[in-house]
T-cell receptor, first 115, second 109 residues
Framework: DSGVTQTPKHLITATGQRVTLRCSPRSGDLSVYWYQQSLDQGLQFLIQYYNGEERAKGNILERFSAQQFPDLHSELNLSSLELGDSALYFC??????????????FGEGSRLTVL | KNEVEQSPQNLTAQEGEFITINCSYSVGISALHWLQQHPGGGIVSLFMLSSGKKKHGRLIATINIQEKHSSLHITASHPRDSAVYIC???????????FGKGTLLTVNP
């Protein structure tokens, strides 16, 4: 158990809809990272938050947004969903030490299916 | 061309064999990660390297910064090692990771 909790584990929705994925980092970890894993693109970095502020941005579509709340949990919002958004979405967290050691702790992922 | 290339893409071994998975990258990096993903999806971080070699149990990871190459070795492989092994690199001072496509390892009893 990594200590990182993601909900929901599975989600099926229709094109055009909007969903929210939630991540609770390990206790005390200030950094949260979101990744997308699809069959054709593999794993891709989406975005990182550190203590409530956006720290780094990757290949995140404009239809996607994220935030980190004062209690450090994070949400990834996906809107105007398309078939190609079907993927596993992973959250990872790291602590202050992790920013230097690179140690990341991954959640189990949220599997999104867009029909 | 992907910035991070892994080889082989698929690897089948017999229990007890020594396994090597390779990762080459084309950009300057500050660190390289090896990750393990079991069927069902969960990802575990195995190593983070910026130089030299690290060992944890039967797993050994090495990196050659000059050659832009890293290897993950598994000694005395076991069926429970069957998983996808993913190499990821961290560039410079940012915290983005760029991932390889992964190596699917199957260890048969």
């Amino acid at each position: 158990d990594s200590g990182v909790t993601q909900t929901p584990k599975h989600l099926i929705t229709a094109t055009g809809q909007r969903v929210t994925l939630r991540c609770s980092p390990r206790s005390g970890d200030l950094s949260v990272y979101w990744y997308q894993q699809s069959l054709d693109q593999g794993l891709q970095f989406l975005i990182q938050y550190y203590n409530g502020e956006e720290r780094a941005k990757g290949n995140i579509l404009e239809r996607f947004s994220a935030q980190q709340f004062p209690d450090l949990h994070s949400e990834l919002n996906l809107s105007s969903l398309e078939l190609g958004d079907s993927a596993l979405y992973f959250c990872a967290s790291s602590g202050l030490a992790g920013l230097n050691t690179g140690e990341l702790f991954f959640g189990e992922g949220s599997r999104l299916t867009v029909l | 061309k992907n910035e991070v290339e892994q080889s082989p893409q698929n690897l089948t071994a017999q229990e007890g064999e020594f396994i090597t998975i390779n990762c080459s990258y084309s950009v300057g990096i500050s660190a390289l990660h090896w990750l393990q993903q079991h069927p069902g999806g969960g990802i575990v971080s195995l190593f983070m390297l910026s130089s030299g070699k690290k060992k944890h149990g039967r797993l050994i990871a090495t990196i050659n910064i000059q050659e832009k190459h890293s290897s993950l070795h598994i000694t005395a492989s076991h069926p429970r090692d069957s998983a996808v092994y993913i190499c990821a690199v961290k560039g410079g001072s940012n915290y983005k990771l760029t991932f390889g496509k992964g190596t699917l390892l199957t260890v048969n009893p």
